[in-house]
C-alpha cells in the first residue's frame, strides 16, 4: 500500500508493507524511500515497515524552504507517522537518512523504541563532493547540466556520482538506474527539488551531534558497509563511542555506501535479530 500525507505545506509520499511492529526506513541522497524494497521483501513477514521518502527526493515535497532542512524533515515525518496512527517504532536510516533518523529521534524518543544507522553523516566530517554540489547547487543551468551528464554511465560511475557507492558497480544499472536516475533526468521538478535537499541540509547543524547523541538513550545498532570512502569506518566506531546505549557496530564486508542495496539479506537479518530485543 502506498499514498500521500499532507503535514503543512509538505506532501509525504509514503508506503506500507507487512504486519507486525512498526518499522519506519530512512533513505538517502538522491534515492527514494524504494531503495529499502529488497530489505523490506525480507522483513514483511515480522514487521510493518513504512519506507517514506524524503523532502525533496523520490515523490515528496513541499513549498516552505524549512522543510527541506534536516530538523524541518523530521518535523514532517513526526507529523506523518502520527496522522498514520504509528505508535511505537523503530528507526532505520542510511546516508542523509540516518542524519534525519537521529533528528526525528531527538523529537520523538519515547515513541522510538531501536534506532539503527548504516553508512551516515558523522560530525565534523565532510563527505567527497557533497560540499561542492551544495555550492554549485544555486548556480543558475546546473540542474540541467547534471541531468545531461547523468545520462552518461561514465559519470554515474565516477566518484563524483555513485562511485563510491557500491563495491560492485554493476548495481548501477537495471533497477537502480530505473528507480533512482531516471526521474531525476527526465524531470526538472526532480532535479530542482534534490537542489533545494542539498542547500537545507546544513553541515553546522551535522556538527551539534557530537554532543546531541549522548540524548539518545533508545538501543542504537550500527551496520557499516565496510568500505565505504564516503563515511570512513574508522570515523563512524569513533562517532559510535558518542551513543550512550549502543548494542553492536556490525561491519559488513563487499559493501560501501548503499550497503542495503547490495546486502540485502545480511542487512536484513542484522535488523531483525536487533528489533526482536526489547528495550532496556
Not at 37 to 43: Q, S
Not at 131 to 148: E, H, K, N, W
Request: with cysteine; hydrophobic share 40%.
Amino acid at each position: 500500500m502506498e499514498g500521500d500525507s499532507r503535514v503543512g505545506e509538505a506532501s509525504v509520499h509514503w508506503r506500507r508493507a507487512g504486519s507486525g511492529p512498526p518499522a519506519v526506513f530512512l533513505h538517502g541522497f538522491p534515492l527514494s524511500g524504494q531503495t529499502w524494497h529488497k530489505v523490506v521483501l525480507l522483513l514483511q513477514d515480522r514487521f510493518t515497515c513504512y519506507t517514506p521518502d524524503l523532502v525533496g527526493l523520490g515523490q515528496s515535497h513541499s513549498s516552505a524552504q524549512d522543510d527541506y532542512s534536516s530538523q524541518g524533515q523530521a518535523r514532517v515525518f513526526h507529523g506523518m507517522l502520527k496522522q498514520l496512527g504509528v505508535g511505537s517504532y523503530a528507526l532505520i536510516g542510511n546516508d542523509t537518512g540516518g542524519w534525519i533518523a537521529r533528528e526525528l529521534a531527538l523529537i520523538d524518543e519515547t515513541r522510538v523504541s531501536h534506532l539503527v544507522l548504516t553508512n551516515t553523516e558523522i560530525p565534523f566530517h565532510r563527505p567527497p563532493w557533497i560540499p561542492m554540489y551544495q555550492a554549485l547547487s544555486d548556480v543558475p543551468g546546473f540542474g540541467t547540466i547534471i541531468r545531461r551528464l547523468l545520462k552518461f554511465p561514465m559519470f554515474r560511475r565516477s566518484r563524483l556520482v555513485f562511485g563510491g557507492c557500491f563495491q560492485d558497480l554493476s548495481h548501477l544499472e537495471g533497477e537502480f538506474q530505473r528507480r533512482f536516475v531516471e526521474p531525476l533526468i527526465v524531470s526538472e521538478f526532480r532535479m530542482q527539488n534534490a537542489l533545494q535537499f542539498l542547500r537545507r541540509m546544513k553541515f553546522s547543524r551535522l556538527d551539534e551531534f557530537q554532543r546531541l547523541h549522548q540524548q539518545l538513550r533508545m538501543p542504537t545498532l550500527f551496520i557499516w558497509g565496510t568500505n565505504d570512502p564516503t563515511f570512513p569506518v574508522a570515523w563512524a566506531r569513533r562517532m559510535a563511542l558518542q551513543f550512550p546505549n549502543v548494542s553492536g557496530f556490525r561491519e559488513v564486508g563487499d559493501a560501501k555506501l548503499f550497503v542495503h542495496e547490495e546486502r540485502p539479506e545480511e542487512v536484513a537479518e542484522l535488523v531483525a535479530s536487533f528489533l526482536s530485543q526489547a528495550r532496556s
